[in-house]
């Protein structure tokens, strides 16, 4: 086997185990009952009190560090407000992330073993 017929080989394993993670993904068992896009809309929503909270602190920080400039305390309220959103939704959408990086890893193995049985044939008789 040279070095183009390898390569091609790799090229269409790395294509079948790619291809077996999306798969895998979409299988995912959490939102079985549900689509997406609810579950991420009831995320956002449950992410507004984070989201206040975050560009409160950020207001009252960038007052503390600077009480002249009303510009820095906008700047650090709407970042404060983007991490508590943030990491709110993160929280709330953490089932599902691992719901889909188990289906992902669940269909990468199964590829992984068909893709060894080939190289190595187990011969019972």
């Given at each position: 086997?040279?070095?183009?017929?390898?390569?091609?080989?790799e090229?269409?394993?790395?294509?079948?185990?790619?291809?077996?993670?999306?798969?895998?993904?979409?299988?995912?068992?959490?939102?079985?009952?549900?689509?997406?896009?609810?579950?991420?809309?009831?995320?956002?929503?449950?992410?507004?009190?984070?989201?206040?909270?975050?560009?409160?602190?950020?207001?009252?920080?960038?007052?503390?560090?600077?009480?002249?400039?009303?510009?820095?305390?906008?700047?650090?309220?709407?970042?404060?407000?983007?991490?508590?959103?943030?990491a709110?939704?993160?929280?709330?959408?953490?089932?599902?992330?691992?719901?889909?990086?188990?289906?992902?890893?669940?269909?990468?193995?199964?590829?992984?073993?068909?893709?060894?049985?080939?190289?190595?044939?187990?011969?019972?008789?």
């Amino acid at each position: 086997m040279n070095i183009f017929e390898w390569s091609k080989s790799e090229v269409d394993y790395g294509r079948k185990l790619m291809g077996s993670a999306v798969d895998g993904a979409r299988e995912g068992t959490f939102l079985k009952d549900g689509s997406l896009g609810h579950h991420l809309e009831e995320s956002a929503l449950d992410a507004m009190v984070p989201t206040l909270v975050g560009a409160c602190l950020g207001w009252f920080g960038g007052r503390l560090e600077d009480r002249r400039s009303s510009r820095r305390a906008l700047a650090c309220a709407l970042l404060g407000g983007a991490i508590g959103f943030g990491a709110s939704v993160i929280w709330n959408n953490r089932e599902v992330t691992a719901s889909v990086a188990s289906g992902a890893w669940k269909g990468i193995n199964k590829t992984r073993d068909a893709h060894w049985f080939e190289k190595n044939p187990i011969d019972y008789a």
